[in-house]
Each structure stands twice: as structure tokens, then as C-alpha cells.
T-cell receptor, first 116, second 116 residues
């Protein structure tokens, strides 16, 4: 079974609007962390935001926020006020407490294209 | 500024050739990782290392080997390249997971390998 599922292979969003990228995960570990990365066309992976399983509040970093619903095992990324530079691939990833070496498991990614 | 570098951005090899992909990090990180990235599949872990001369298989180790003789350098080896190993290869590093929550992995720019 897939541990991280991103159901949206691609989406368009109008500049200045908000967009939500879906991510669901599967783990029996009570302690885990969830990450979102951005990959522009240049190829480098850029860390955006982190949510720990015991964090009481949803994580926020500037225009990025994470809608964490633990009971539903979802960790959706919200990008507010989209900019043209937000066009990229976005990956959700999970680190489980029992994972050796700080190992991450990634979803398949969502390609976002921001329209002017 | 943290840095993970990879020896080549683009590489073209022939079937059966031995291929070396090099990765160097300057952050004194204990953990290093090799992923391959394919459309729709996200990043899949090939091998990782949590210390010099230590290595662990990831999810798709078949057809690959690794070497870590020095802390800063982690090499991925394709003993006999095949066309199904045409892919984007990403190297990453991270510190040993501590109490801080945002101990993310840092990625190199990637190597796009084509095997003809």
C-alpha cells in the first residue's frame, strides 16, 4: 500500500488566488513528521514546511500553510496569493519515527501551473 | 549556505557501461541518500548511509550499489547500466535526527541520466 498519496497529478491556478494540494498518508507509527517540498523546473528540491504528528497547531511559513487533519491522515498544503514563481512540482513526504537514518517516503507529486 | 553538489547535471551512457554518480555535501551531515525520480512515481529511495562505510538498502536497490569512504562523499554506482535506469537521480543529506522538528533533508541539483 502506498504510504503517501497525492491524488492531483496537475492543476492550474490563477495568479493571486489560493490553491490547495492534497496529501494523504498511511502509517501506524504514532510519531511521524510530514514535509512539503517544491521542485522548480531547474530540478532542485526546496523544503517548504514541516508538521509534526504531535504538533497542536497547523504549521505556517509565509504564504504556505499546512491543513493537518490527523484523524483523516491528511496534510494538505495551502499556497495563498499564488505567484508565477509558484509554478513547480510539489511533493509531500513523511518521516516515521522508526525510520532509520531520517528516511523520507515521498508521494508522486503534483504539478502546479500558475496562470497570469 | 548549505550545499549538496552532484558531479554532473546531464549524463549519457551506453547499455552495459559502469556509471558513477558522485555526491558531496559540505554540512558535516551523517546521513546521505540516493533517490531516483520518475514521472508519477515521485522520489524513490535507492540507498542511504548513516555513517562512513555504512549503507542500507532503500526501496529499489536492485541494479545499484553505493560507496561512502568519506563522510562528505556518497557515490552511486550502476555496475552495468540498462535503459530502464534512465532517470533523474537526486542526492540528499541530513543531520542525525535530533529534537528539533525541522531537520529536513537537503538536496543536490540532480543528475539526469540517459542510458542508450
Amino acid at each position: 500500500a502506498q504510504k503517501i498519496t497525492q491524488t492531483q497529478p496537475g492543476m492550474f491556478v490563477q495568479e493571486k488566488e489560493a490553491v490547495t494540494l492534497d496529501c494523504t498518508y498511511d502509517t501506524s507509527d504514532p510519531s511521524y513528521g510530514l514535509f512539503w517540498y517544491k521542485q522548480p523546473s531547474s530540478g532542485e528540491m526546496i523544503f517548504l514546511i514541516y508538521q509534526g504528528s504531535y504538533d497542536q497547531q497547523n504549521a505556517t511559513e509565509g504564504r504556505y500553510s499546512l491543513n493537518f487533519q490527523k484523524a483523516r491522515k491528511s496534510a494538505n498544503l495551502v499556497i495563498s496569493a499564488s505567484q508565477l514563481g509558484d509554478s513547480a512540482m510539489y511533493f509531500c513526504a513523511m518521516r516515521e519515527e522508526g525510520a532509520a537514518g531520517n528516511k523520507l517516503t515521498f508521494g508522486g507529486g503534483t504539478r502546479v501551473l500558475v496562470k497570469p | 549556505d548549505v550545499k549538496v553538489t552532484q558531479s554532473s547535471r546531464y549524463l549519457v551512457k551506453r547499455t552495459g557501461e559502469k556509471v558513477f554518480l558522485e555526491c558531496v555535501q559540505d554540512m558535516d551531515h551523517e546521513n546521505m541518500f540516493w533517490y531516483r525520480q520518475d514521472p508519477g512515481l515521485g522520489l524513490r529511495l535507492i540507498y542511504f548511509s548513516y555513517d562512513v562505510k555504512m549503507k542500507e538498502k532503500g526501496d529499489i536497490p536492485e541494479g545499484y550499489s553505493v560507496s561512502r569512504e568519506k563522510k562528505e562523499r556518497f557515490s552511486l554506482i550502476l555496475e552495468s547500466a540498462s535503459t530502464n535506469q534512465t532517470s533523474m537521480y537526486l542526492c540528499a543529506s541530513s543531520a542525525i535526527r535530533g529534537s528539533t522538528s525541522t531537520d529536513t533533508q537537503y538536496f543536490g541539483p540532480g543528475t539526469r541520466l540517459t542510458v542508450l
